[in-house]
């Protein structure tokens, strides 16, 4: 049976705030946040009552995390973990690792209470806009049975596996973004520099078939996945027009770092004899680390 009762949400701040106004409008909720203007906003704007004490939770079956860092998150379970109902499920929203829902799933075991990782894929804007999806890890009965909080939270959702999946889900989202966030600045640095538009930049870069997409929704996808490296653009070559982007760099003036580091994981894997391979062979490096970029295929 899916737990319907009253939410307990901690944390009111940028993302935290919108959360909770979501779950809100469909559960009697309780909340918590060392901002009193938060809290006065919650209760105005959703009927929401503070949580004076830990022993408010003794009937609480939901409780949902949106704090700074996992610490925080942490020492909230600790406190409130012996008075919730045997039985509860506590959703971690905030950006963890597994580690942190691994440590917290063993202070809550003792007690019955289920952690669900419901990692948030979105920005704040999303959120209140109700577009905003989630990266879920956990049992999938105690998704079950917080499924309504999770609808009002989001109704995207994707399961990505045991407890800490779907928090390792998003920080592996995040760092990509965060990367590609360089790699993009430096793309804009050379076409600045060559003249190139801005504009027309973004169109090229944009493209299915182009810079952005192509290495993962082929390259990944096809060719990693399935270990295919015969034919296609030969790695040697890829090297070759990295070689050139660089020495662009160099004649205009323009610093790299992102794109300077990659020309080197291009040189290794030449060095280890994949030259001839198609380019998504630089894989086969991180294969040869011990740390394959795909699970091991069955025979």
Request: glycine residues 10%; hydrophobic residues 45%; proline residues 5%.
């Amino acid at each position: 049976m899916s737990i319907a009762q009253k939410v307990a949400i901690y944390g009111l701040g940028n993302m935290g705030f919108p959360l909770a106004r979501r779950i809100g409008s469909r559960f009697p909720t309780q909340v918590f946040d060392l901002d009193e203007q938060a809290l006065q906003r919650a209760g105005t704007e959703f009927g929401a009552t503070r949580i004076e004490a830990p022993a408010d939770l003794a009937g609480t079956q939901v409780v949902v995390l949106c704090l700074p860092n996992p610490g925080i998150s942490q020492a909230v379970l600790a406190q409130i973990a012996p008075q919730l109902p045997k039985g509860s499920v506590v959703l971690e929203t905030s950006t963890v690792n597994p580690e942190h829902i691994h440590a917290a799933q063993r202070l809550l075991t003792p007690y019955g209470i289920d952690m669900v990782d419901a990692s948030i894929m979105a920005g704040v804007s999303q959120m209140e806009a109700g577009t905003a999806s989630l990266a879920l890890g956990g049992s999938p009965d105690a998704i079950r049975r917080a499924q309504p909080v999770l609808d009002a939270i989001a109704t995207k959702q994707t399961y990505f596996g045991a407890s800490g999946a779907g928090a390792a889900a998003k920080v592996i989202n995040n760092a990509v973004a965060h990367a590609v966030m360089v790699v993009v600045a430096e793309a804009g640095a050379l076409a600045t520099a060559s003249g190139v538009s801005c504009d027309k930049l973004i169109a090229l870069l944009s493209d299915k078939q182009m810079g952005l997409h192509r290495p993962l929704t082929y390259r990944y996808a096809e060719r990693i996945v399935q270990g295919d490296y015969a034919g296609g653009m030969p790695l040697d070559a890829a090297r070759k027009d990295s070689v050139l982007a660089l020495q662009l760099a160099q004649t205009l003036g323009v610093p790299l770092f992102a794109i300077q580091g990659s020309h080197s994981v291009y040189d290794m894997a030449a060095a280890a004899g994949y030259g001839r391979d198609d380019y998504a062979a630089v894989a086969k490096l991180w294969a040869d680390w011990g740390c394959p970029t795909v699970p091991a295929r069955a025979e």
